[in-house]
């Protein structure tokens, strides 16, 4: 089945950045969109960012202008390149990505195992 992998992810100071990645398994026919969710303590998950197969993006406005997600379709990967972090981006956060995994089987979402971000004011 399609395994979508994190890595990055830690602490860091406010102000400073962090970049996420997750990649996705060799045994995939399409992605279409990827995104990021995040989920703090006591919080429901939210969305953070997506990006299409097209590279069209959009944002949570509580990441807008400091957020940036991007896509290598040749890898199958998307990165998060977190910027001027704040305490409130303590979160853990999850990549998907809605995959074929073959050319018979329909899209379905799938999630990687998630890494923790954590922000010290």
């Known amino acids: 089945q399609v395994q979508l992998v994190e890595s990055g992810g830690g602490l860091v100071q406010a102000g400073g950045s962090m970049r996420l990645s997750c990649a996705a398994s060799?045994?995939?026919?399409?992605?279409?969109?990827m995104g990021w969710y995040r989920q703090a303590p006591g919080k429901q998950r939210e969305l953070v960012a997506t990006i299409t197969s097209n590279a069209v993006t959009n944002y949570a406005d509580s990441v807008r202008d400091r957020f940036t997600i991007s896509r290598d379709n040749a890898r199958n990967s998307e990165t998060l390149q977190m910027d001027s972090l704040k305490p409130e981006d303590t979160a853990v956060y999850y990549c998907?990505?809605?995959?074929?995994?073959?050319?018979?089987?329909?899209?379905?979402?799938?999630w990687g195992q998630g890494t923790q971000v954590t922000v010290s004011s």
């Open positions: 998907y990505a809605t995959v074929r995994s073959s050319s018979l089987q329909p899209y379905r979402t799938y």
């Open positions: 060799e045994n995939i026919f399409r992605i279409n969109v």
